[in-house]
């Protein structure tokens, strides 16, 4: 079964602080993984890494496929208060997967002025 | 252009009703998915619609179900309610003009489903 696992579970950080997320996973014919954003409303997209496009970034974002370790990491620097929330990691399989997102249980990021 | 929209927003239902959501993906998008979110499961993929046709379901009993029209708005259902459904149901929509491999999928603000 397809899994997928992010550390840490929460994170409290001030202002100002670079913070690292973890996400591995275990995907039968991995495609593709996902990071989005959660707020108090639906997950917002932020990157889409693929074979292809192993690293991405957008501002103050940047993330990273690692295939070899099966992982991915998040980076979030120079944090501000309105990046709390909840950093959801998420891994699509090829084959017959159409649609589907395996997500982990998500980091709470706390970011404190 | 206009995000992906869901109705209702807020539903209370008690235990043996059913229930009815729906899901208009971004203009364009025709794959639609569906997925139940809860504090002790997190996101959970419910199924996947595109061109009207299921391509794709998790692991659910059948009480839920769904399906697609013509112009790629979703439905789905849940009969013979039971406590344990109450959740947040996400649908996201995604671009697939061939029906391909997953693209970004983006989501709606989902509906909010108590069952007392």
């Known amino acids: 079964e397809d899994k997928v696992v992010q550390s840490p579970l929460s994170l409290v950080v001030h202002e100002g602080d670079t913070v690292t997320l973890n996400c591995s996973y275990e995907v039968t014919n991995f495609r593709s993984l996902l990071w989005y954003k959660q707020e108090k409303k639906a997950p917002t997209f932020l990157f889409m890494l693929t074979s292809s496009g192993i690293e991405k970034k957008s501002g103050r974002l940047s993330s990273i496929l690692d295939k070899k370790e099966l992982s991915s990491i998040l980076n979030i620097t120079a944090t501000q208060t309105g990046d709390s929330a909840i950093y959801l990691c998420?891994?699509?399989?090829?084959?017959?997967?159409?649609?589907?997102?395996?997500f982990g249980q998500g980091t709470i990021l706390t970011v404190h002025p | 252009k206009a995000g992906v929209t869901q109705t209702p927003r807020y539903l209370i239902k008690t235990r043996g009703q059913q229930v009815t959501l729906s899901c208009s993906p971004i203009s364009g998008h025709r794959s639609v998915s569906w997925y139940q979110q809860t504090p002790g499961q997190g996101l959970q993929f419910l199924f996947e619609y595109f061109s009207e046709t299921q391509r794709n379901k998790g692991n659910f009993p059948g009480r839920f179900s769904g399906r697609q029209f013509s112009n790629s708005r979703s439905e789905m259902n849940v009969s013979t309610l039971e406590l344990g459904d109450s959740a947040l149901y996400l649908c996201?929509?995604?671009?697939?003009?061939?029906?391909?491999?997953?693209?970004?999928?983006?989501f709606g603000p989902g509906t909010r489903l108590t069952v007392l």
């Open positions: 996201a929509s995604s671009f697939l003009p061939s029906g391909g491999p997953l693209n970004e999928q983006f």
């Open positions: 998420a891994a699509n399989a090829g084959g017959t997967s159409y649609g589907k997102l395996t």
